[in-house]
């Protein structure tokens, strides 16, 4: 743990949670995610090694408590009352970054697992009374196809055909999906503007937007857009006064 030396609440809550990943773990643990496997997935670029460092210092420091494993079962990790605490601050990180810091995609940011496992957590699960299979074709991937199969009892993301019936094809750039997953396009628009492409039987189509909750940060990105809008039209927007105050002067 980097130690700052400065008798500071700032300093010392920074001493525990600014390092980095920590608070994508923290995010994470909100998600209700509990078990190492898991944190791994919606992590994939760090370190099991690192992820494990990280988890102990959190225990360590009070923010989360290691259930230990029970027959045939992983151990779980589950938030303290401090660390559930910490919700109001990733709330308003994600409503900072939505506002200032979450211009257009890297490449490098599209990564077309985290998405369906993002997707996966957010499956509205009491809307299936049968099992679902959605085939995702993401142009700008890295492996075109991808599957999530929805049975009331579990939900996978499957990378080969998982051998059941396509109930809907879901055609899009991957770029243009995330923006809709994050809220910074609706899918209604995405589909007019023929950036997402829906195939399957009309009732599936009209259900589809209603399988999942999508994104928790859906709604605060698109506050953060509709704001930029309005700034941006007040800004274009001179008064006439103004204007003429502007205008250049032509000598005669």
């Not at 910490?86 to 490449?107: H, N, T, V």
Request: hydrophobic share 40%.
């Amino acid at each position: 743990m980097h130690l700052y030396g400065q008798y500071c609440p700032v300093a010392r809550a920074a001493e525990i949670i600014a390092d980095r990943w920590t608070v994508l773990i923290i995010r994470e643990l909100l998600a209700d995610v509990k078990h190492f496997n898991e944190l791994e997935r919606g992590l994939p670029h760090m370190s099991r090694t690192l992820l494990t460092e990280r988890l102990r210092r959190l225990e360590q420091t009070g923010v989360l408590e290691r259930l230990g494993a029970s027959r045939g079962k992983p151990s779980e990790y589950r938030l303290t009352p401090a660390g559930r605490e910490l919700q109001r601050i990733i709330d308003l990180f994600g409503e900072w970054g939505a506002r200032w810091a979450f211009g257009p995609p890297r490449p490098s940011e599209l990564d077309p697992i985290i998405l369906l496992w993002w997707m996966r957590r957010r499956v509205a699960v009491d809307r299936f009374s049968r099992r679902r299979v959605i085939q995702f074709e993401f142009r700008g991937a890295p492996q075109r196809t991808y599957w999530l199969v929805i049975d009331p009892s579990d939900i996978s993301v499957c990378l080969k055909h998982p051998k059941f019936d396509v109930d809907v094809i879901v055609t899009a750039n991957i770029k243009s999906f995330y923006q809709v997953w994050l809220g910074h396009l609706s899918l209604p628009d995405a589909v007019r503007k023929n950036l997402v492409y829906l195939d399957g039987a009309p009732a599936d189509i009209r259900a589809f937007p209603t399988w999942f909750t999508w994104s928790p940060m859906a709604e605060t990105v698109r506050a953060a857009v509709a704001d930029r809008r309005i700034t941006r039209i007040g800004q274009s927007r001179r008064p006439r006064s103004e204007t003429k105050a502007l205008a250049p002067r032509i000598a005669s």
